[in-house]
């Protein structure tokens, strides 16, 4: 079974500039996650889809993030405009389904550095 | 104001012996915890979890154990071995949140030494 993809790995971009980052949750998989993880730091999540719904966004800053699941499978999650203190590692995961004991399975990440 | 915390950045511990890695939570709407282990440039991936209606639960090598009352759970790895040198998580949930959303701790990174 493949697991969760992402792209890219690593991204090197100035502040102000905008970035986009791409998930391939596991084939099936209803619910999809966002996490941010600064250095140092437990992964934050940013927002949270059911389906090509949202549950639960209340944590994304919204005046620069914003992510979509059209169809119900892929997601992109954008900065526009890049800040320096958003520099992190972006984790996206996936789970069978919305619920305590569905088990989320993370992708690798994608490294942000914003100079 | 965090709500999961892991007070110990780091652990280390000699092949064979036992590891503990300790977590401590504020919130008493969580009802389910969670490790999670991480190896570099790798996303994290599900170690073992525990209901708040029991106080352990065992998978070969990993033990949780959940002292409610203190607020405070507890993982237990029995015999350590080098494959185990990893960044531990802590997480919690409730499901009395209809997202179920996972708050993780700020991780403890464990090096067994051979």
């Known amino acids: 079974e493949a697991g969760v993809a992402q792209s890219p790995r690593y991204k090197i971009i100035e502040k102000r500039q905008s970035v986009a980052f791409w998930c391939n949750p596991i084939?099936?998989?209803?619910?999809l996650y966002w996490y941010q993880q600064i250095l140092g730091q437990g992964p934050k999540l940013l927002i949270q889809?059911?389906?090509?719904?949202?549950?639960?966004d209340s944590q994304l800053p919204k005046d620069r993030f914003s992510a979509e699941r059209l169809k119900g499978v892929d997601s992109t999650l954008k900065i526009q405009p890049a800040k320096l203190e958003d520099s992190a590692v972006y984790l996206c995961?996936?789970?069978?389904?919305?619920?305590?004991?569905?088990?989320?399975?993370f992708g690798p990440g994608t490294r942000l550095t914003v100079t | 104001d965090q709500q999961v915390k892991q007070n110990s950045p780091s652990l280390s511990v000699q092949e064979g012996r036992i590891s503990i890695l300790n977590c401590d939570y504020t919130?008493?709407?969580?009802?389910?915890f969670l490790w999670y282990k991480k190896y570099p440039a790798e996303g994290p991936t599900f170690l073992i979890s525990?209901?708040?209606?029991?106080d352990k639960n065992e998978d070969g090598r990993f033990t949780v154990f959940l002292n409610k009352s203190a607020k405070h759970l507890s993982l237990h790895i029995v015999p350590s071995q080098p494959g185990d040198s990893a960044v531990y998580f802590c997480?919690?949930?409730?499901?009395?949140?209809?997202?179920?959303?996972?708050?993780f701790g700020k991780g403890t990174k464990l090096s067994v030494i051979p």
């Open positions: 525990i209901s708040s209606i029991k």
């Open positions: 995961a996936s789970s069978l389904e919305l619920g305590l004991t569905y088990e989320q399975y």
């Open positions: 084939s099936g998989h209803a619910t």
């Open positions: 919130n008493s709407m969580f009802d389910y």
């Open positions: 997480a919690a949930s409730s499901s009395r949140a209809g997202s179920y959303q996972l708050t």
């Open positions: 889809f059911q389906n090509n719904g949202v549950v639960d």
